[in-house]
């Protein structure tokens, strides 16, 4: 089977706009400082566990009874600390592996 490759011009110019361009990723603002991608999911995660606190605040005070809200709020916070927990986990292990390595 012989397929063609995609080349600059076999791409519809309405493809091409600034509103299909991938968005930057985190760290990008000042790339190549593993120190502000860090930084930048540390408060990541604390702002999205402030917005759990005050959603759950607001559900227990009546102030909203959408309870399908308050709970993805809570899932979304979860996930992103278990991921900042995975990152911290796998960073010590490999400081670990590094101290161990013997020059």
């Known amino acids: 089977m012989n397929l063609p490759g ?10 091409l706009t600034q509103q ?3 968005q930057p990723a985190i ?6 400082t593993f120190s502000a991608l860090v ?3 540390l408060s990541s995660t604390q702002q999205e566990t402030a917005k759990v606190d005050n959603e759950v ?3 227990m005070t009546g102030e ?3 309870f399908h809200e308050v709970s993805l ?5 979860d996930l992103s ?8 986990d796998q960073l010590v292990s490999t400081y670990r592996e590094v101290m161990r390595m013997q020059i």
């Not at 995609?6 to 493809?15: A, K, M, R, V, Y």
């Open 6 to 15: 995609i080349t600059p011009n076999s791409i519809p110019p309405e493809l």
């Open 20 to 22: 299909t361009l991938v």
């Open 27 to 32: 760290g990008a603002q000042n790339p190549g």
């Open 39 to 41: 930084s930048e999911l």
């Open 57 to 59: 605040d607001r559900l």
């Open 64 to 66: 909203t009874s959408n």
């Open 73 to 77: 709020a809570v899932a979304r916070a």
């Open 81 to 88: 600390f278990r991921f900042m927990m995975q990152i911290r």
